[in-house]
Nanobody, 113 residues
Framework: QVQLAESGGGSAQAGGSLSLSCTASRRLSSSNFLGWYRQAPGKKRERVAYIRAGRVSTHYADSSKGRFSISLNDAKDTVVLEMSSLKVDDTAVYYC??????WGQGTQVTVSS
């Protein structure tokens, strides 16, 4: 079982930036993908962005397109989500996932106006 360790998050003002990092306990294969989901209070968990370990493709939800950027390190074990132009609606617990099979413990992001 792969373990995912998340870091980053915290609080920011609207319009500000935050970064989230997620490190897997082993190097990923090219077919794996690492991504981020988020869940706001009273809402369903939604996908934010993901990237395939082979770096063939990235995907962004409409809500994050143009504001968030996901990247994978050369060791293929750490994914970083750079979030900018943050909105109050970005407030949620953010979860890292490997293939939507393994999940991190979640990290809180709070954006205030």
């Amino acid at each position: 079982q792969v373990q995912l360790a998340e870091s980053g998050g915290g609080s920011a003002q609207a319009g500000g930036s935050l970064s989230l990092s997620c490190t897997a306990s082993r190097r990923l294969s090219s077919s794996n993908f690492l991504g981020w989901y988020r869940q706001a209070p009273g809402k369903k968990r939604e996908r934010v962005a993901y990237i395939r370990a082979g770096r063939v493709s990235t995907h962004y939800a409409d809500s994050s397109k143009g504001r968030f950027s996901i990247s994978l390190n050369d060791a293929k074990d750490t994914v970083v989500l750079e979030m900018s132009s943050l909105k109050v609606d970005d407030t949620a617990v953010y979860y890292c996932t490997l293939d939507e099979y393994c999940w991190g413990q979640g990290t809180q992001v709070t954006v205030s106006s």
